[in-house]
């Protein structure tokens, strides 16, 4: 088989990790696979970059000098203690080295001149990966296989240049990404790409945006015709809910991508959207795999899933900490454009939308966002909308949690939603507001944050989703 597996921030966050990356890698290696491996950042690395560019922009160069030291230290550290053959730890320290000098000077000259860029931004945050490959290589080479770093752009990823969240030409990047890697593979040659980084067609660094590392792998995946993308977590694959709160939760062995879009969507954080989105598209089955046990098969995604007799529900999430806006007004009323020009104002503002509600009667539209980004929503749309004839009030409401029921099982099925509603009456747990998409794959709904953890409980019980 010929499989993409992925390797997230926890999962390479030291040298121990690391190490037990590579001996993952190794064992599917000697099943004769054809294995290409994509890495995230060491664990916290790309939020220390973000923060130190930032603080570069306003002219702290003391701290540019401290910041490469520490992140050096950092990667230097992981190393030594995964790579055990002097010479392999000479050249994957001399290209660590190299990297964080091109960082400093970097740094350095945004600190000179006082600006950050978005272009600027982008080659500043995906140094985490660049330095986190070359390492991986050093252990993957230290476990007796041969292996060759490369970059997004290297591998053959082409995007736009939309910086901070660029979109692959996936016609240019299947063409790119099989010259650059099917050769290696037949070699016997475990590449090792750097997440969340691609290069625009003039070879300018880009980054793929929120959930970047995934997004590679389904990219890269789609690219060279994988049989499967592997996602490797501390976890045993997609849970019916989250096991922190239902102690039941189980795994689920089979799931569609739009059922996993969904979960993804509403608080699931195992796979983003995107990658799935990309993944579902190109028809590449995705795979959760569990780090703590690699022989157990995990969660397999696939396009279509066969509904079983009474499977109506697959899985209970929430997302904990979410506003309530709503937009008001009589004169809303038969005012269409009003709600596209709601949305376009948080566009602009890079606020998510998790959740939207409207009223029969037209008088109100509620929004759900996440609670960080609440007020700063409520200011724009003030700023945008009040002192026009259609809009009264825009207020803000926190405190909130949305549980959102999900399963393919619900299409067409009726008494779902009674079923939902009923569970939440009987546990007393008021309801505040209503979405449910015209595809019928979930019910959402915003509860008060001190009732979700019972909402979510109840809902699971009551599905018999433990079971």
């Not at 290409?36 to 560019?53: F, Y």
């Not at 985490?128 to 252990?139: D, F, I, M, R, W």
């Not at 994988?226 to 062995?253: F, H, Q």
Request: overall charge neutral; charged content about 25%; hydrophobic content about 45%.
């Amino acid at each position: 088989m010929k499989i993409v597996m992925k390797f997230g921030g926890v999962s390479v966050a030291d040298g121990d990790k690391m190490r037990r990356v590579g001996t993952i890698v190794r064992k599917f290696h000697r099943d004769n696979h054809k294995l290409i491996i994509v890495t995230s950042a060491m664990q916290s690395v790309t939020d220390s970059l973000t923060d130190m560019a930032r603080r570069a922009s306003k002219g702290e160069k003391k701290a540019v000098h401290d910041f490469i030291d520490a992140i050096h230290s950092k990667h230097k550290k992981a190393a030594e203690s995964a790579i055990m053959a002097e010479q392999i730890l000479g050249r994957t320290m001399a290209v660590v080295d190299s990297r964080c000098d091109e960082l400093k000077n970097i740094l350095l000259g945004i600190a000179h001149i006082g600006e950050l860029t978005p272009r600027s931004r982008d080659y500043v945050l995906g140094y985490g990966e660049k330095l986190s490959a070359p390492v991986l290589q050093g252990v993957i080479e230290d476990l007796g296989m041969k292996s060759k770093a490369l970059t997004g752009g290297e591998a053959g990823i082409v995007t736009d240049d939309r910086f901070g969240d660029a979109t692959p030409l996936m016609n240019v990047t299947a063409h790119q990404a099989r010259q650059s890697l099917d050769h290696l593979l037949d070699e016997g040659i475990v590449p090792v790409i750097s997440g969340f980084i691609a290069s625009t067609q003039e070879g300018v660094q880009t980054t793929l945006g929120r959930g970047g590392s995934d997004h590679t792998a389904s990219i890269i995946g789609a690219a060279v015709k994988a049989d499967e993308v592997w996602v490797w977590k501390d976890v045993e694959g997609l849970m019916t809910a989250n096991p922190r709160i239902v102690k039941s939760a189980r795994m689920i062995d089979t799931i569609s991508f739009a059922e996993a879009m969904e979960l993804a969507h509403f608080g699931a954080e195992v796979i983003h959207p995107k990658a799935l989105e990309c993944a579902a598209k190109y028809q590449l089955p995705f795979r959760i795999k569990s780090l703590k046990d690699p022989e157990s098969a995990g969660t397999i995604i696939v396009n279509e899933v066969k509904v079983k007799a009474g499977d109506v529900v697959k899985a209970i999430t929430n997302i904990a900490d979410v506003s309530l806006i709503t937009v008001s007004g009589a004169s809303m009323v038969g005012t269409p454009r009003l709600a596209a020009k709601v949305l376009q104002i948080l566009t602009d503002e890079d606020v998510d939308v998790l959740m939207i509600s409207q009223s029969s009667s037209e008088e109100s539209i509620t929004l759900a966002i996440p609670k960080t980004s609440g007020h700063k929503a409520q200011n724009a749309l003030e700023l945008s909308l009040l002192g026009s004839k259609q809009v009264r009030e825009v207020t803000i409401e926190d405190g909130l949690s949305i549980v959102a029921v999900v399963g393919a099982g619900m299409r067409g099925t009726p008494g779902v939603a009674a079923r939902v509603f009923t569970t939440m009456a009987r546990n007393s747990i008021n309801i505040r507001a209503i979405a449910q998409g015209s595809s019928e794959l979930n019910i959402s709904f915003i509860v008060n944050k001190a009732d979700a953890k019972k909402a979510v409980e109840a809902l699971h019980s009551d599905f018999k989703l433990g079971e």
